[in-house]
């Protein structure tokens, strides 16, 4: 594999702490914990993005789990059901929580980059499975890239997980449509080979808060977006040109 010198700066609790980070600490673990908002996002964050994302990936698979906007702080905050970007609430679509979207596709899939930009992390990092379900108490190492990219004067992070291999380096540059690595089922993927893919801005204090790439479209039952007004959350603006 690739140089690993991140790997010795992050703790071995490198997982928990990114899910920690959408919307509440610093993916460094700032400890800071209830100080970072939707307030600590640079001025203009909210403002209507330009759609800059590509497909991450090579072939075409449907997403398999959805962003959820009403608590997308998974595993801190949990209530039943989670609401996707529709504007439904279900118990069955999805995981309550989920930081993210997962594609599910075979092992060795080819992931690219879904946009220019610089990779900010990059390896194989220690996940602890036992904050998915407390019998599952084993930590394993799942294949990660982060791509930083700045639109409009937003920082926004493109994370991927559960890679079986890393192409890229920390402080590489890329472009989009650049292979970065293969798809697996490492970590705590669980039984199904898929691809995490987390979007999220970055505010003020460096803490990345979770937005949906698919944006809000909402319902009649649920018109406004329950994230977009969270003191914790952030407005999801559809950022797909073209949308897996």
């Known amino acids: 594999m690739r140089s690993y010198g991140l790997a010795r700066l992050l703790s071995k609790s490198i997982f ?58 998974w595993p801190i905050v949990k209530n039943g059901t989670i609401v996707t970007y529709w504007g439904e609430r279900s118990s069955t679509i999805g995981y309550d929580g989920h930081v993210g979207t997962d594609y599910k596709m075979p092992i060795g899939t080819t992931l690219v980059a879904a946009t220019s930009g610089e990779v900010i992390h990059a390896g194989f990092f220690e996940q602890d499975c036992s904050v998915f379900d407390d019998n599952w108490n084993v930590h394993e190492m799942s294949g990660q890239v982060a791509i930083q990219k700045i639109v409009n004067g937003v920082v926004y992070n493109i994370f991927y997980d559960h890679m079986s291999r890393v192409d890229v380096d920390q402080g590489d540059k890329v472009v989009a449509g650049q292979p970065i690595g293969l798809s697996g089922r490492t970590g705590c993927a669980g039984p199904f080979p898929h691809l995490h893919l ?47």
């Open 16 to 73: 928990l702490i990114f899910l920690i980070s959408c919307g509440i600490f610093t993916i460094l673990g700032s400890g800071g914990g209830g100080s970072d908002s939707a307030d600590d996002v640079d001025e203009g964050s909210n403002a209507p993005s330009f759609r800059f994302l590509s497909k991450p990936f090579i072939g075409n698979y449907k997403p398999w789990q959805w962003v959820d906007h009403e608590y997308p702080m």
């Open 198 to 244: 987390n979007v999220s801005i970055v505010g003020k204090r460096g803490n990345w808060i979770t937005v949906d790439p698919y944006g809000w479209q909402g319902s009649a039952e649920i018109p406004d977006d329950p994230w977009a007004t969270h003191p914790k959350g952030a407005v999801s603006h559809y950022l797909w040109k073209e949308e897996p």
